[in-house]
């Protein structure tokens, strides 16, 4: 089973024609491995509960102060289930369940695997209650085959979502597995989000060293690599896109674990916290570290205060 990807001929008219290419390289990459996938993706994924779906109220603190004016920001609270992009790209919004219209929120956004629309997405990485609870606003967009196009058009829905609820500009964090893993880092490497992500956690995604390499660092960003050491289309991927975060983030070479197996780069540059967190499933699993995961982009935040 195979699925064609469109080869924009422009992707970042400041880069190289090698670094145009790139994109291309990695959507194809993504795509084969994908269409290996989908029969399994159908039955075999682990789902969370309906439960995990559900937005939950968030406990607002003094220290979450007003941002936006009273009737400024239109957007529903709870749940807006058909949004859509100027490509018509379809996402859905979810608040906590007393969103305050007028508090800043951190905004994480979801991009999904290859195959998944929102609904299955939400379903498949159980981000929202326990995010919701923290005080974010999470967003789940659809999958779409990845080009140049589709990595311009998924990097604005931060600001669109920005423009109709109370967002922090400098909490925007990004997440996806496979195709939305390496969207995630599309996105951010070639600087397609209008509002740059203060943290990203890129799952499964499929950039190789030698991709990479081909493109010019970012900014500092802070980065959790999250990758299974047993994956069986994009092997040793996560360590190698981990090492080039870090290198860029001006980390030191020799990672140090933690308690839960988590490699951390030391001496990064403020705004460049680095980390490579290795699991033991198959490719089309997500990694179990929703909790940490939080607490990443909290301490991410914090750190570039």
């Known amino acids: 089973m195979t699925r064609s990807v469109t080869h924009a001929p422009d992707v970042v008219p400041s880069r190289s024609r090698r670094a145009r290419k790139l994109i291309a390289t990695a959507?194809?990459?993504?795509?084969?491995?994908?269409?290996?996938?989908?029969?399994?993706?159908?039955?075999?994924p682990r789902l969370y509960g309906a439960e995990e779906t559900e937005v939950a109220p968030h406990a607002y603190a003094a220290s979450e102060p007003t941002?936006?004016?009273?009737?400024?920001?239109?957007?529903?609270?709870?749940?807006?289930?058909?949004?859509?992009?100027?490509?018509?790209?379809?996402?859905?919004?979810?608040?906590?369940?007393?969103?305050?219209?007028?508090?800043?929120?951190?905004?994480?956004?979801?991009?999904?695997?290859?195959?998944?629309?929102?609904?299955?997405?939400?379903?498949?990485?159980?981000?929202?209650r326990i995010a919701t609870t923290a005080g974010f606003i999470v967003v789940y967009a659809d999958s779409r085959p990845l080009d140049r196009a589709t990595i311009e058009d998924l990097g604005g829905i931060a600001e669109r979502v920005a423009a109709r609820w109370c967002v922090d500009r400098s909490r925007i964090y990004f997440t996806g597995h496979s195709d939305g893993g390496t969207a995630a880092t599309a996105i951010t490497v070639l600087g397609k989000s209008p509002i740059a992500p203060a943290a990203i956690a890129p799952s499964a995604a499929g950039f190789r060293r030698e991709d990479l390499t081909a493109l010019a660092c970012p900014p500092p960003v802070s980065v959790m690599v999250l990758h299974s050491r047993a994956d069986e289309h994009f092997p040793s991927f996560g360590r190698e896109a981990a090492e080039w975060w870090a290198a860029c983030n001006g980390c030191g070479a020799k990672p140090v674990p933690?308690?839960?197996?988590?490699?951390?780069?030391?001496?990064?540059?403020?705004?460049?916290?680095?980390l490579y967190c290795e699991g033991d499933g198959r490719h089309i699993d997500w990694p179990d570290r929703n909790q940490p995961m939080l607490e990443f982009f909290r301490s991410a935040s914090l750190s570039s205060k």
């Open 67 to 128: 941002a936006c004016a009273a009737a400024s920001r239109p957007g529903a609270r709870d749940d807006s289930r058909s949004e859509a992009t100027p490509r018509g790209t379809r996402y859905m919004v979810k608040t906590p369940a007393n969103y305050d219209p007028t508090r800043a929120h951190p905004l994480l956004v979801v991009y999904a695997p290859h195959g998944a629309n929102r609904f299955l997405s939400e379903r498949y990485v159980g981000l929202t």
């Open 27 to 44: 959507a194809v990459l993504t795509a084969v491995a994908a269409a290996l996938v989908v029969p399994l993706w159908r039955g075999s």
């Open 258 to 274: 933690r308690p839960d197996g988590c490699l951390v780069f030391p001496d990064c540059r403020p705004q460049g916290a680095t």
